[in-house]
């Protein structure tokens, strides 16, 4: 956990520097024969993040140490509800984001170029708070370049491995995967479906939860009366 007192700590400490190489190095355009095709097209800021630096990992070949250290970051995020208070923060001065950045860095493992550049280039542009979104996305573009198909299970108690390997088992061999797609299994938990599931894949939704049965027949009741 990164706590705000560390870092601003670290801030203090750390010799004054210019934040960061300019945005320019990161989106830098690729030559025209060099031209990298995104899996997929996304949208919003975050999804501008995700999609260059998934360009800069491609043409530096690192993609999957840029996808590990994301995953790792995004986790960060998730779990750390200070951190997120932090790069939320208005008032962050230079030294700050550079701590920031630096402790960042550390928890992401390894020293990635690209990584490095998107955090500078976040924080260079008070975007920081975007970090969480932009590791979400990228993961979003590792799944479609991987050939992965997500399966959301929604269910009011968590699934065991046993049950979530015979539903990964049974969806994969249906018309709801194509054909060399791999199956990816998130199981989420949401107690107000009572029971039962509710499956997503991709753009399709399977509700098959308690709540929604009672719904329908909420429903047919007083359209009865």
């Known amino acids: 956990m990164l706590s705000r007192q560390a870092l601003l700590r670290s801030a203090r ?9 300019s945005q320019a190095r990161f989106y830098a ?6 031209t990298v095709k995104p ?4 949208f919003g800021l975050d999804g501008t993040y995700a999609t260059a630096l998934y360009t800069a990992a491609v043409k530096s070949s690192s993609l999957d140490p840029t996808a590990s250290a994301l995953t790792k970051l995004g986790d960060l995020v998730a779990k750390d509800p200070k951190l997120a208070t932090i790069l939320s923060a208005p008032t962050l001065s230079t030294a700050d984001k550079s701590a920031i950045v630096t402790e960042l860095q550390k ?3 390894g020293n990635s170029e690209t990584v490095k ?33 997500e399966m959301t299970v929604t269910s009011a108690t968590p699934l065991d491995n046993k049950t979530l390997n015979r539903l990964e088992s049974a969806v994969s061999k249906s018309s709801y995967v194509g054909q060399g797609k791999k199956l990816k299994v998130k199981n989420e938990v949401n107690s107000d479906i009572l029971g039962g599931l509710v499956v997503e894949i991709g753009d399709r939704t399977i509700d098959l939860s308690v709540s929604s049965k009672i719904a329908k027949m909420n429903k047919l009741l007083t359209d009865t009366l």
Do not use: H, W, Y
Request: hydrophobic share 50%.
């Open 39 to 42: 899996p997929v097209a996304l």
């Open 13 to 21: 400490v750390a010799a004054p520097s210019r934040l960061i190489a």
């Open 107 to 109: 928890s992401a493992g």
């Open 117 to 149: 550049n998107l955090l500078q280039a976040l924080a260079e542009n008070n975007r920081l708070s975007l970090l969480g979104g932009v590791c979400t996305k990228f993961s979003e573009l590792m799944s479609a370049a991987r050939g992965e198909v």
């Open 29 to 34: 355009a690729p030559a025209a024969n060099d």
